[in-house]
């Protein structure tokens, strides 16, 4: 007799997750950074490498407090907010700093609450630690219903709540009204909440957006997430890492695997964080061509969501799959996700918008 492989019931027939990675000539649909790092960026990171490699006989720094230094130095610099070296957490991309939470806040019997649409990964985070999963709706526009997602909280009682913000994949920014009244439902919840503020694309949020990093120091139950996979341009490195009490922190170091960040990965990340000058510089330029994505796909008779990301939600489109096929057939890859009707595609160089541009004047008549 084949003896059977004992999958977990609730992951038998399911498929591993992932956009498509497709060869074509125009990439815009992960929201990566469409600039590969500097000359000067590859020197030093090279160098750093090296000189991380002299040391791989042993195993890594269990508790990265160097790299973790280094991130509170930047955010402080990002975001005018200070947050001590013990409050800071970093995994192998902010996906694994969210299973961490997961791991250590949600579980059998606790329920994990976000709302939609939002990043399709979270539920997979809430499978894969046995955490229900629940959602309520955002408002038609995308913006947090502050009196549904309150009433949400007090129903479900949820042990960890997931915000991205800005939201993916809608662009949408979190008011910090909004904010403040999920915390303080949160604080509400008997045995406990924790409010993750996912700001994986953070740092491109427009001028006047605030970062839920402003709320830390009166929530001790707020983690804010962020990553240098999208603004740092560093997505192939697998750097994420939040900001929270040091308290919640040491929770996270509970459930890590011991050495989990190599002793390549830290040296890689401190060395960029070295160059943190000339990527804020380069922010401000896709955010322009953020900008100007949105005036253009307006201009046209587009609807756009309102975006303080490096991505843009436009639509609406009676066969979205089509328009979606049709400008692969011309060489540009972008997202089909999302409520029906809807694209995404991300900011790239201005050459890689223009070829966007006149790819979808072709394919929606324009
Ligand atoms: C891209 C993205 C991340 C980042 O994931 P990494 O593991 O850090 O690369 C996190 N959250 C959201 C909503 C994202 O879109």
Known sequence: MTPSLPLRPELQGLEPYGAPQLDVPVLLNVNENPYAPSDGVVADVARAVAEATRGLNRYPDRDFLDLRRDLATYLARESGVTVAPEGIWAANG???????LLQAFGGPGRTALSFAPTYSMYPEYARDTSTAWVTAQRAEDFTLDVDRAVAAV????????????????TGTALAPAAGEAVLAAAARVPGGCVVVVDEAYGEFRREGTPSALELLADHPHLAVSRTMSKAFGLAGARLGYLAAAPALVDALRVVRLPYHLSAVTQAVARAALAH???????????????????????????????????????????????????????????????????????????AEMTAFQDALVEVAGL
Do not use: C, K, Y
């Open 154 to 169: 007090a129903e479900h009682a949820p042990s960890v709540v997931l915000l991205a913000s800005p939201n993916n994949p």
């Open 276 to 350: 943190s000058d000339e990527l804020m510089a380069q922010v401000g330029s896709l955010r322009a061509e953020r900008d100007a994505t949105v005036t253009w796909l307006r201009e046209r008779g587009l609807t756009v969501a309102e975006t303080d990301a490096n991505f843009v939600l436009f639509g609406m489109f009676d066969d979205r799959h089509a328009v979606w096929q049709g400008l692969l057939d011309r060489g540009v890859l972008i997202r089909e996700v999302g409520p029906d009707g809807w694209l995404r595609v991300s900011i790239g160089t201005p």
């Open 94 to 100: 902010s996906n694994e700093v969210m299973l961490h």
